[in-house]
Each structure stands twice: as C-alpha cells, then as structure tokens.
C-alpha cells in the first residue's frame, strides 16, 4: 500500500523539520510521505507535477497566494483533494471563511501535534470512504450500463438494486422464449455495400430491441440479423407469455415498415420471421466469471427456435407454440396447425397470433371455419380454402393449406422437414 502523500504549505521556515520530527515514524514506516511548499503558487505548481497527492495542510497567511486564494484555486483544479486549514488561535473569521470555501477541517496555531496526527487521520479515512464510494459508484455506473444492452429500463432498475441475482450460475423456472430472423438476409449481404449493410443492421437491431425493451423483456443474444429474447427473467412475472406474444405483434409491426421504407430505397429487404414458446428452462448467467452471458437452456428455448423458422413452411410471419396460448385466456389469433417439428417426437399445436381488427375480420372468420373442416377430414375443406384464397390471394397461410390438400394431404397435423 502506498503511503499518505501531504502537501504541506507554509512559509514558516522551522515548519518542515517540525513535521518530519514529529512524524519520522511514520514516514520511516511508509504511512506518510510529506511534500512542502512556500506559498500557494509554488503548491499549485507542485500539483500539477504530483498526481498523487492525497491532501493538503495549508497555513492562511503567506506571501505572493494565501490559504484562502489556495482553498479557491484548488475546489477549481482539484477538487479530490482534502484541505486542511492551519490559522492561529481564535482568528474565528478565517477559519469560517476557509469551511466556508470547502475546508475539510482547521487546526490552530501553535499547533498541537496530536491534534494534529487525529485531524490528519480523520481527513485521510474520510478520503478513504470517498474515494471508496467513489470507486463503488463508477462500478454500479459500468454495471447499469452493461445491463442496459440487455435489460428493459425496469429490469435494469430491479437488478442494480440487487445485484446477486446476476452471479454467475443459473436455475430452472418458467419463462417465454423468443426468437427473430431476417429472411433472405446472408444474399443480401453478399450482395450490398458495407455501408449500406452497416447502416441497415444497426437501425433494424436499434428498432427491434427498442421493442423488446418496451415490453419488458431482455435480449439474450444479437446472432447476426437474430435476436433471441426472453420474458419472466431475470425479473418473475406471471404474464410473460401475453408481454411475448404483444412484444411479437409490435415486432412484427415495426419489421414491416422498416422492410417497407428500405424496399422503397432500392434494398431488397426481406421479411422478419418471429417464433414465441413458453415452457421451463435452466436460466442465467453462464459466461463464467469473466464474460456475461445471459440466457436460458432447455427443450422450451430449442422449440422457439425452431417455431420461427417454421413461419417459412407455413407462410407465417409469427408462430407461437400451445404453452403460450394457454397461458392467455383472451388470446388472439388462429390455428396453424399440430406441427411436427424437425428433430422432436412431439407434435406441437401451432398458433398465428393477430391483432384486435385482423382477428375479428370475415378473413379470419372464414379461415376458422374452413380450418374447422380440414381438422375433420371433410372433403369440403379443399372448396372453402379454395374460395378463401379466391377471395384473399394474399394470405401465405391460406394457400399452404390449399397446396397440403391438392397434393393430397389431409387434417391439420403438418409435418416438416427442415429446420
């Protein structure tokens, strides 16, 4: 540990040998370490050669700058240092003037040296807890700001206040699992300027986890175009799944208009696939003790993944797994089908969530109804799609049931065959 280092300023010749009397032991001991100086312009100048000066004993009255001229220059250039004044026996006046001007504390001459050795300990612990607080803060300060590229302002708020929850190590609890994907995006990368890729990345990924963030839910990682979130974690909440599937809707809502505004600029941008499942997973930190990395493990995590690339067989933008549904009473949408998912013996009921006016449309009522028919095998499902895509040509959904039927296909289990 480094010693104390003191500016002392005084012009009092006798003072510097009195000092270094007075505390020989602790300067052989290397606890103090005292510099000096005549005045203050010769202490200022001293200052800005030594970075390291913990704290200044200064007397008032010297020639060229006195203590109170000091006290002001150094809340001026200085403003870590502690000052303590040293005036003589009952000059009231000054001494209030100098903690007026921001003196840590006084001593009075003749000076009492043990006074003396207290009030230097008590300024040198009291910058000690300072600096302490100081260093606490500029970490709290990193932290909040590391958490910020993860976490929703609200998360953000929770986990600074308590901090343990962040450790490394993880543990399984119920959560919803998201999952984004840019169609078509490696050909067009290949195909684009650097700039143009630079530029459209950072303010589709700005935009998307703006949303995310807005809906409370934390970004587990950016792969690329991807953006993996999760929502329940590391906050608890009992509504993940309805903050998922909203957050899924507004994704989707501002990934049409940015996909919009650059297909107008001459950028073939393609559309964004979105998958949400629910379910238990092991969640946390796993980047070890020199990384973060948070996120989740488990077969509910795997199966969102593999819902958003389902959106590509189908024709969706969204698909969302049964264990969300169920966990909204009032959900919106309609039923894609039971899908077999590549890699899992587990079919899972499959669902496209809508807003409030797509789902009160004739086009979703009439898809209800001839979903209904495919689901029991009634001939007369192939004519009621038929007629739909007739009617709404541009419903993708719609026309891959129509296509599973004149292929001869039958029911709503759907098997793919890629992932």
């Known amino acids: 540990m480094s010693p104390a280092r003191i500016l002392v300023v005084d012009?009092?010749?006798?003072?510097?040998?009195?000092?270094?009397?007075?505390?020989?032991?602790?300067?052989?001991?290397?606890?103090?370490?005292?510099?000096?100086?005549?005045?203050?312009?010769?202490?200022?100048?001293?200052?800005?050669?030594?970075?390291?000066?913990?704290?200044?004993?200064?007397?008032i009255n010297m020639p060229r700058m006195d203590g109170l001229a000091l006290l002001d220059r150094l809340n001026e250039l200085h403003g870590h240092?502690?000052?303590?004044?040293?005036?003589?026996?009952?000059?009231?006046?000054?001494?209030?003037?100098?903690?007026?001007r921001g003196a840590f504390d006084f001593v009075t001459k003749p000076i009492e040296f043990e006074d003396l050795e207290t009030t230097i300990a008590k300024t040198l612990e009291h910058l000690a807890?300072?600096?302490?607080?100081?260093?606490?803060?500029?970490?709290?300060?990193?932290?909040?700001?590391?958490?910020?590229?993860?976490?929703?302002?609200?998360?953000v708020e929770t986990l600074s206040q308590n901090p343990d929850c962040m450790t490394p190590g993880g543990e399984r609890r119920s959560a919803s699992f998201l999952f984004t994907d840019l169609a078509d995006f490696t050909p067009l990368v290949e195909s684009s300027n650097s700039d143009v890729i630079i530029e459209l990345l950072n303010g589709y990924l700005d935009g998307m986890t703006d949303v995310i963030f807005a809906h409370g839910g934390t970004v587990m990682k950016i792969v690329g175009d991807a953006v993996h979130a999760i929502f329940g974690a590391p906050v608890a909440t009992d509504d993940h799944a309805r903050k998922a599937v909203d957050c899924a809707l507004a994704l989707d809502a501002f990934a049409c208009a940015f996909q919009a505004q650059k297909n107008a600029a001459g950028i073939p941008l393609g559309p964004t696939r979105i998958g949400v499942n629910s379910g238990s997973a092991i969640i946390g930190n796993f980047g070890g003790e020199h990384f973060f990395d948070?996120?989740?493990?488990?077969?509910?995590?795997?199966?969102?993944?593999?819902?958003?690339?389902?959106?590509?067989?189908?024709?969706?933008?969204?698909?969302?797994?049964?264990?969300?549904?169920?966990?909204?009473?009032?959900?919106?949408?309609?039923?894609?089908?039971?899908?077999?998912?590549?890699?899992?013996?587990?079919?899972?009921?499959?669902?496209?969530?809508?807003?409030?006016?797509?789902?009160?449309?004739?086009?979703?009522?009439?898809?209800?109804?001839?979903?209904?028919?495919?689901?029991?095998d009634d001939p007369?499902?192939?004519?009621?799609?038929?007629?739909?895509?007739?009617?709404?040509?541009?419903?993708?959904?719609?026309?891959?049931?129509?296509?599973?039927?004149?292929?001869?296909?039958?029911g709503g289990e759907i098997e793919l065959t890629e992932k």
């Open 380 to 410: 007369k499902a192939r004519q009621a799609f038929a007629a739909l895509v007739g009617q709404y040509d541009e419903d993708p959904l719609t026309m891959f049931h129509l296509s599973r039927l004149l292929a001869g296909e039958s």
């Open 81 to 100: 240092l502690k000052t303590v004044i040293v005036s003589a026996y009952g000059d009231m006046g000054n001494i209030r003037t100098a903690m007026n």
């Open 11 to 59: 012009d009092e010749p006798d003072v510097e040998m009195l000092l270094t009397q007075r505390f020989r032991r602790q300067m052989r001991t290397g606890e103090f370490d005292f510099l000096f100086a005549q005045d203050g312009e010769q202490a200022l100048e001293m200052l800005g050669n030594t970075s390291d000066v913990d704290m200044v004993l200064s007397d």
């Open 294 to 376: 948070y996120t989740a493990y488990g077969d509910a995590v795997n199966i969102a993944a593999r819902l958003e690339q389902a959106n590509k067989t189908v024709g969706t933008r969204i698909c969302v797994g049964e264990r969300v549904v169920e966990q909204i009473p009032d959900f919106r949408g309609r039923a894609i089908g039971t899908v077999l998912l590549k890699g899992k013996s587990q079919a899972v009921r499959c669902y496209e969530p809508l807003t409030e006016v797509q789902a009160a449309s004739d086009q979703t009522s009439g898809y209800r109804d001839a979903f209904a028919l495919l689901e029991a």
């Open 129 to 155: 807890l300072f600096r302490q607080l100081q260093d606490d803060r500029a970490r709290a300060e990193q932290a909040h700001a590391t958490l910020s590229r993860y976490f929703s302002p609200n998360v």
